[in-house]
C-alpha cells in the first residue's frame, strides 16, 4: 500500500497544473484541440483499484492487460452452445427436475420456497422489453462493408481511407408503422438501418427506402406518428395509413406531398428488402484531414435490381405469409446467395446547394441525380444470419447521433431531433445508459471513458480515477485531441426563431418531378393506391382537401383520383409561395425500372404445378436449366409428396397448392399430361393459381394439354405478351425464353385496370 501510495503521488506531482487549460479560451484550441496530458505510471501498481488485485480465482480472473475492454471483443465472447451441458439455473444450480414443480406431496399445494420455479417463471414474465415506438418490426443480418477506392480528399472517416477495406456491419431493415408482430408486406415506409463496426468507433447510417420525408422539421414527428398509428379509440387499422387521422393529418401538411406520392407508388411495397433501395434521407458533411467540408448525400443500390409487387398481391401475401420479407433475407443468407448493395455518395458544395431552387436542409426534397450524380464508393454484403433473434436483431440500438471522425451533420431541423430522440428512446427501451455494451450494439474500436454505473453495467473497471482532468491516474484516459472528433465549425450568425427558411415553402414540384419521372404501369399504380387510400376515409371534406393537393402535383392524377371516388375536382390548394421554376422535369432515375439489376433469375422462386400424370420429361426440362441460372424452384402439387408422373417415374411435390400461393412466387409453369391436366381443371385452388400469376404480370409457361386449362381461366394466347408462353407442343428456344422473362420480373404490359382476368 505504501509503495502504490508513493507511485501515485510521483505521477501526481508530474503534473502541477492543467497545461492545457489556456486553450480551452482559443479559436485554435476549438479548431485543434490538444491531446490531454499523460503521464507514463512506473508500473501498474498505481491504477491499481486494489493492491489485491493478483490474488486469482475463476470468477475474479487476473489484472486486466493494459489499456484492455473485453466488453467490446468480437462477438464470440458471449456466444454460447449447451451441446453435452446439464440444465443448470441462472446462477448455475443444476436442475434436476425440469417437468414438476414442488408440492407438499404429490396432490399437495405448490411450495413457496421452489426457487427454481419462481427464477424460471419471472424470467419468462419479463422476457419482453417495450418494443421501438416504429420501426418496430424488423429483420436483421451480418455483413460487411467494402471501401472502392480512398476518399481522403473529402472524408477523414477510417472506412474510407483504404481501397479494399472492409468494415464489418449490422443491418436492420423495417416497417415503420406497425407493430412488432404486423405484417411484412403491408404499404409503408421501410428502415435501411447500417451499423457500421469501424476502427474508430461506431457510425449509423439510419435511413429509409425511401430518400424523402412526410415533414421538414422534428416538431412535428409525434404528430406524425400519432397520426399514422392506429386510432387510439378503437386501436385500428393495424400497419396502415387508409384511415381518416392520417390523411386528415398530412392534407393539412402540404409539405408531405412529395413523400405521399413515393409512399403511394410501389416502392412502398418492395418485392423484399433485397430488391430496395436504401437512402440516409438528410444531408450531411464528409470533413477531411484539413477540416474542410463536403455535403453529402447517401444512397444504396441493391444488386438484385429494385422490384416491387403490387397491391392485390400484397394484400394475399400478407395473409399467406406474414413474414414474407424476413423469411425472403433469412434463406437467401443461408443458401449463400448473400444480398449486395452499392454505396453511392452525391457530393456538392455549400455554393451549389445555394444555387438549386429547393433546400437542401429540407428532409422532403431530394437532389436530382441529373444535378448531382451519384458516385460508387463501397460495396454491402449481407452474409451471416444472427445467431438469436432478440438478442441481435431486435437489442440492435442504432442511433443518428452516432457518427465517427470525418462524417458530421448538417443543420436539417428534421435531422436535429432525431440525433437526440434516437439515444433518449434506447435509454427505456433497452433499460438505462448502458445499452451500448449489449453485445451487439458494443464497438469493435477501445472504449475508455469515466462513465459509471447505471443499470444494467457490464465492465467492471479497475483504479480509483472516474473523471478527467486528473493526475492520480496519470491523466489517463485523456483527451485525444485533434485525432478525436471535432465538429465542423460552420459559422452562424442569427436570431433565435422558431421558423423556416424561405425554400422550405414550395411544397410540390419534386412531387411533380417524382410523377412525371414513373412508367405509365408506375403511375397507374399511384392513383390506384390513393384512390384505396382515400376510399378508407370516411370524412369527405378530408379526401377533398387531398385532391386540392393533387392538383398542384399533375391534374391527370387528381382527375383519376376523383373519378375513382366519385367525386368532383374541387379548387387547387393555395401555394404557400410562388413556385420557383425548377431545375428539371423528369428524372428516369426515380422510376423502379430504371434498375433492373445485375442478377438475372439468381434466388427468383419459380412454381412448377404438378399433379399425378404430370409429364416429367417437361418438368425436367424447366427444372435442370432454371436451377442451373440459380432460381429457387419448387414442385408445388395438390398436396405435398410422392406422385406418380407419366411413366410411372416418381416426384415429389416439396409445396402443395394450400401451403404455397401464387403470390409467393415470382414465375410459374405448368407442363403437359392427360391426367395431370384433368386433375388441376377439377381443383378450382390450381385455377386460382394461374389467374393470380397472370393478374400480378408474372411470367408464365403453359405447355401441352396444359393449354386448356389456361384458357379456361381466361388466359388467351397474346403474342404481344413478352411474359406468356401458351405452348402445345413447345419450341425448343421456350425455356431459354422464359427465363428472360423471369429476369425481366413483371409484364405489365398484360395489366388492365380493372383486371380482365
Known amino acids: ?195 457500421f463496426y469501424t476502427d474508430e468507433g461506431n457510425w449509423d447510417l439510419v435511413g429509409n427506402n425511401i430518400p424523402v420525408f412526410f415533414i421538414q422539421d422534428a ?109 425472403d433475407l433469412w434463406e437467401a443468407i443461408e443458401a449463400g446467395d448473400f444480398p449486395e448493395w452499392e454505396l453511392g455518395v452525391q457530393l456538392f458544395t455549400e455554393e451549389q446547394a445555394e444555387s438549386f431552387s429547393f433546400d437542401v436542409l429540407d428532409a422532403t426534397k431530394i437532389i436530382p441525380e441529373e444535378l448531382v450524380p451519384v458516385q460508387p464508393i463501397g460495396r454491402l454484403v449481407l452474409d451471416r444470419n444472427p445467431d438469436n433473434f432478440f438478442a441481435e436483431t431486435e437489442q440492435v440500438a442504432f442511433c443518428t447521433a452516432h457518427v465517427v471522425p470525418g462524417i458530421d451533420f448538417s443543420n ?34 477501445p472504449v475508455h471513458n469515466n462513465q459509471r454505473d447505471g443499470m444494467h453495467r457490464q465492465g467492471i473497471h479497475r483504479g480509483r480515477v472516474a473523471y478527467e ?50 412508367t405509365p404501369p408506375e403511375q397507374a399504380h399511384i392513383a390506384a393506391a390513393f384512390r384505396f387510400e382515400l376510399s ?38 393555395p401555394r404557400a409561395i410562388e413556385p420557383p421554376t425548377p431545375e428539371i422535369d423528369q428524372s428516369p432515375a426515380l422510376s423502379l425500372t430504371a434498375r433492373p439489376g445485375q442478377v438475372g433469375v439468381r434466388s427468383r422462386k419459380v412454381a412448377i404445378l404438378v399433379a399425378p400424370g404430370v409429364d416429367a420429361g417437361q418438368v425436367e426440362r424447366f427444372r435442370g436449366p432454371l436451377l442451373k441460372a440459380g432460381a429457387v424452384v419448387r414442385l408445388v402439387g395438390p398436396r405435398i409428396g410422392p406422385l406418380e408422373a407419366a411413366g410411372r417415374e416418381v416426384l415429389e411435390a416439396d409445396c402443395s397448392l394450400e401451403n404455397e400461393p401464387a403470390v409467393v412466387f415470382d414465375a410459374m409453369v405448368i407442363p403437359g399430361g392427360t391426367a395431370h391436366v384433368e386433375t388441376l381443371m377439377k381443383d378450382g385452388r390450381a385455377t386460382e393459381f394461374l389467374k393470380d400469376q397472370y393478374r400480378h404480370c408474372k411470367p408464365i409457361a403453359v405447355l401441352g394439354e396444359a393449354v386448356g386449362l389456361a384458357e379456361s381461366a381466361g388466359v388467351l394466347r397474346d403474342d404481344a405478351d413478352s411474359g406468356l408462353f401458351l405452348q402445345g407442343e413447345g419450341e425448343s428456344s421456350v425455356v431459354a425464353k422464359f427465363i428472360e422473362a423471369v429476369a425481366a420480373h413483371r409484364h405489365f404490359a398484360r395489366e388492365k385496370d380493372p383486371p380482365l382476368v
Open 1 to 195: 500500500m505504501a509503495e502504490q501510495a508513493r507511485e501515485v503521488e510521483d505521477i501526481a506531482s508530474l503534473m502541477p497544473f492543467n497545461e492545457n487549460k489556456a486553450t480551452e479560451y482559443t479559436r485554435e484550441g476549438a479548431l485543434d484541440p490538444p491531446e490531454g496530458t499523460v503521464i507514463t505510471p512506473p508500473s501498474e501498481l498505481a491504477g491499481a483499484s486494489t493492491v489485491s488485485e493478483n490474488q486469482e480465482n475463476a470468477k475474479a480472473g487476473a489484472p486486466p492487460a493494459s489499456g484492455a475492454n473485453p466488453t467490446v471483443a468480437s462477438l464470440d465472447r458471449v456466444r454460447i452452445d449447451a451441446s453435452g451441458q446439464a440444465l443448470t439455473t441462472n446462477q448455475g444450480v443444476p436442475v434436476a427436475d425440469n417437468q414438476n414443480s414442488l408440492k407438499a406431496g404429490v396432490r399437495g399445494p405448490a411450495l413457496l420456497k421452489d426457487f427454481i420455479l419462481r427464477e424460471k417463471i419471472t424470467h419468462f414474465d419479463h422476457e419482453r422489453i417495450p418494443e421501438r415506438i416504429v420501426h418496430a418490426r424488423g429483420s436483421g443480418a451480418h455483413g460487411f462493408f467494402e471501401c472502392y477506392e480512398p476518399l481522403d480528399d473529402v472524408t477523414r472517416a477510417s472506412l474510407f481511407q483504404e481501397a479494399g477495406k472492409r468494415t464489418p456491419v449490422f443491418v436492420r431493415f423495417s416497417t415503420v408503422a406497425g407493430e412488432r408482430g404486423s405484417k411484412d408486406t403491408a404499404r409503408d415506409v421501410r428502415g435501411f438501418a447500417v451499423k
Open 469 to 518: 482532468p486528473n493526475s492520480l491516474a496519470g491523466g489517463c484516459p485523456y483527451q485525444a485531441g485533434s485525432a478525436g472528433f471535432v465538429p465542423f465549425p460552420e459559422p452562424i450568425e442569427a436570431d433565435e426563431v422558431r421558423g423556416k427558411p424561405e425554400k422550405f415553402a414550395e411544397h410540390f414540384n419534386q412531387a411533380t418531378l417524382f410523377f412525371n419521372s414513373q
Open 219 to 327: 416538431m412535428k414527428f409525434p404528430d406524425l406518428v400519432h397520426a399514422v398509428k392506429p386510432e387510439p379509440h378503437h386501436g385500428m387499422p393495424q400497419a396502415a395509413s387508409a384511415h381518416d387521422t392520417f390523411w386528415d393529418f398530412v392534407s393539412l401538411m402540404p409539405e408531405s406531398t412529395h413523400m405521399l406520392l413515393w409512399v403511394m407508388s410501389d416502392r412502398a411495397i418492395p418485392r423484399s428488402f433485397r430488391t430496395m433501395q436504401g437512402f440516409g434521407v438528410h444531408t450531411f458533411r464528409f470533413v477531411n484531414e484539413d477540416g474542410d467540408s463536403t455535403f453529402v448525400k447517401f444512397h444504396w443500390n441493391p444488386k438484385q435490381g429494385t422490384h416491387s409487387q403490387v397491391w392485390d398481391e400484397a394484400v394475399k401475401v400478407s395473409g399467406a405469409d406474414p413474414d414474407f420479407h424476413r423469411r
Open 412 to 445: 436539417d431541423p428534421l435531422l436535429a431531433g432525431r440525433i437526440h430522440s434516437y439515444v433518449d428512446t434506447q435509454l427505456t427501451r433497452l433499460g438505462g445508459p448502458n445499452f451500448h455494451e449489449i453485445p451487439i450494439n458494443a464497438s469493435i474500436s
Open 536 to 573: 378508407k376515409v370516411t370524412v369527405p371534406a378530408v379526401r377533398r382537401r387531398v385532391l386540392s393537393m393533387l392538383r398542384n402535383v399533375s391534374e391527370d392524377l387528381a382527375t383519376q383520383v376523383a373519378e375513382g371516388l366519385g367525386m368532383p375536382l374541387p379548387e387547387a390548394m
